[in-house]
């Protein structure tokens, strides 16, 4: 289904019907897109905010809008092992499912303003741009893409007619019906493991692990979407030691050693400014917790760290990738995707070169926009 053809309000076609609610007894519509459930009175918003019950039904009220448009680097979002190099087309909406204290995007996750969706764009005409400016991707970032699910799936099946590949940057909490629909659509996901304890989930997100755990089962057993993950390390929060090494081994076993993790700091924002940031010797430590574990991939994030940022052969242990911050500054792995020195493999989705873009972020406006 295309933008086109979905059934649209005539008066404002950024509202959408949708598929993922049920009707209830009382009179209320059950929204079943995300484990919340979030039952709506007419009229009422779900905590996603973007999703509402309108005329007996659930609708997407914010399709084909966004809080802006920007090229960046892939290593941005972060996605080391996926097309190296090159840019990426981002860019998000309003609102979210997950209700973080600590969120680092809270001006447009948390936002309940749609004045903060200043532009709008059609599937076709995203995917467009996204090819005009060179970009070999496309990223639902900035806020979860779970959230605006119709539009999503609809980008990312323009992008495939143009061979643009599409990336979901997400916290992974959705039902499995919508779950299989969306991540079909995807090329690759950074999945956000926020820590590994039910207890931080339900006190700082406000949600629960097991339906991520589950969502993260599901992209890796059951899906041809590159994975890799991330973890925010919040001191006094999900920094101990025996934590990062459950949530490690949990990786290995049940993902794989090959899923690339980003250990990223926490910088204070939103309800935890009273927090201090994460010392670069913590995600050190974090690092070396994951790698015994036996994860091939474990990166340092939000500091300037070169070890961190490199990528190494998990055979010979030598520099493959070598990164500075967003920029690539060193590449030993043949056409082949192998370790030059070894042959040994190195996992993810690579072409013959990395691309040449570097670490600039350029804002865009689309035309119509």
């Not at 690759?188 to 820590?195: E, F, M, P, S």
Request: hydrophobic share 35%.
């Amino acid at each position: 289904m295309t933008g086109t053809e979905r059934q649209r309000d005539p008066a404002d076609p950024s509202v959408v019907a949708t598929r993922y609610w049920q009707q209830l007894d009382d009179g209320r519509v059950q929204c079943d897109l995300c484990p919340r459930h979030c039952r709506l009175k007419e009229g009422q918003r779900g905590l996603c905010f973007v999703r509402a019950a309108r005329n007996g039904e659930v609708v997407l009220t914010t399709y084909g809008r966004s809080s802006g448009f920007c090229i960046d680097p892939i290593e941005k979002k972060p996605l080391n092992h996926f097309l190296p190099g090159t840019a990426v087309l981002s860019f998000g909406t309003a609102g979210c499912n997950l209700a973080c204290k600590f969120c680092q995007n809270w001006d447009m996750s948390k936002s309940r303003e749609l004045d903060t969706l200043m532009d709008r764009a059609e599937p076709e005409q995203l995917a467009e741009a996204a090819e005009q400016a060179g970009a070999r991707s496309v990223a639902f970032t900035y806020n979860d893409p779970v959230i605006f699910h119709e539009y999503a799936v609809d980008v990312a099946a323009a992008c495939r007619e143009r061979g643009i590949r599409t990336v979901a940057v997400t916290s992974g909490y959705i039902c499995p019906e919508p779950r299989a629909a969306f991540f079909a659509g995807m090329d690759a996901a950074n999945v956000d493991l926020k820590a590994f304890t039910e207890r931080f989930y339900h006190q700082l997100t406000g949600a629960r692990l097991a339906p991520v755990l589950d969502t993260l089962r599901y992209i890796r057993q059951e899906t041809d979407c590159w994975l890799e993950l991330t973890t925010l390390i919040i001191p006094g929060e999900n920094d101990a030691d025996g934590e990062i090494e459950a949530m490690a081994q949990w990786v290995a076993e049940e993902l794989g050693p090959d899923v690339p993790m980003h250990l990223t700091a926490f910088h204070p924002a939103f309800r935890m400014s009273n927090y201090p940031a994460t010392p670069v010797a913590t995600l050190t430590r974090a690092r070396g917790i994951a790698r015994a574990q036996g994860l091939r991939y474990v990166y340092t994030g939000n500091v300037h760290d070169p070890e961190g940022g490199t990528t190494y052969c998990h055979a010979c242990g030598e520099p493959l990738i070598e990164r500075d911050r967003y920029r690539l500054t060193a590449w030993r792995l043949d056409s082949e995707a192998r370790c030059r020195h070894c042959g040994a493999p190195c996992a993810g989705v690579f072409e013959a070169e990395p691309g040449n873009w570097g670490a600039r972020s350029v804002p865009v406006r689309l035309a119509g926009g």
